[in-house]
């Protein structure tokens, strides 16, 4: 149980595993590439595979498979050192974004993680619009939020991109760091006590998994060069991987997202944008889109200099994009209710054949 404990087990997790225990041994899912696990239990890791048609093929909600990061039910097969994947216990936090695309299905990115890291780099003019993206997502997500601007050996002045980016997320912790000279690894470290499980999340080339390897002390994550011409990174990371620090500390770093496509954050989104949220409540209409409808607060306060401009454009859209997912998963979920039906009537018509027969 001690390995379990080091992985991130406690007692929340023994109390939510519940009759599910019954059906095997716990363990947490540490690696995930093309639907095949790696497992780490109380006996050491191994390879587990689902088990399951349900399990398999649920193609309307991928948040019922395992996703890096979860706590599963594994049960050995007998004579194979591969495991089964009987159940996946509830999750404490779940991190996630749509797919990309025009569809409305859901991409989880890691599961039961204390803090998302998101990562920018000081190589290059700070994205705001992107960060402002990541916090809503990493807000909705139940994690606690820090922004990490990397290779601050680049800016001449770190204080002033990191002043910047406090603008975009207040109440949240902006940190800046260097994997070239070391600066703020230490600070970076100290947030990873043992059993905390951080995620790292951000476009390639930020210096992610450059991070990991000096928290890891050690080369785990394979890294690349930034191309000079448009400072674009490579996709060294090709799978989530869980990452046990030699301090105790739980690390996920994940493949560079250059898109990350908003997933049912309207909550994520009004605590990423709280100054526009206080100001709702003083809206005429309590579902005020904040775009056209008169007795607006927070078009008043845009008017009179009290909103920042960009922050409302931001809002807007990400508002807007949210409204979008949420028609789509609706219509995808009618389609998927009439497949449903479809595949009961003939189930049916094929009994009524049988029994005629007789």
Known sequence: MELLVKMGWDDWFAAHAGASSDAGRPGRVVAEQRGEYRV???????????????????????????????????????????????????????????????????????????????????????????????????????AEPVVLLTKSDLAGDPAAPAEEAATVAPGIRVMTVSSLDGAGVDEVGALLAPGVTACFIGPSGVGKSSLVNLLAGDPVMAIGAVRERDAKGRHTTTHRQLILLPGGGIVIDTPGMREFGLWQVDEGIDAAFPEIAELAAGCRFHDCSHRHEPGCAVRTALAEGGLDPGRYGSYLKLRLEEETMATLADAEGRRERKKGERRMAKGLRAVLRKKGKK
């Open 40 to 142: 780490r239990t109380a006996d050491g890791e191994v390879a587990a595979i689902l088990t399951g048609r349900a399990m398999r093929e649920t193609a309307g909600d991928r948040l019922e498979r395992p996703v890096v990061g979860d706590w599963v039910i594994v049960e050995p097969v007998a004579g194979d050192s591969t495991v089964l994947v009987r159940a996946v216990l509830p999750r404490r936090t779940i991190l996630a974004r749509r797919e990309s695309g025009r569809g409305a299905e859901v991409q989880p990115v890691a599961a039961n993680v204390d803090i998302v890291f998101i990562v920018a780099g000081l190589d290059g003019a700070l994205n705001l619009r992107r960060l402002e993206r990541f916090l809503a997502a990493a807000r909705e997500s139940g």
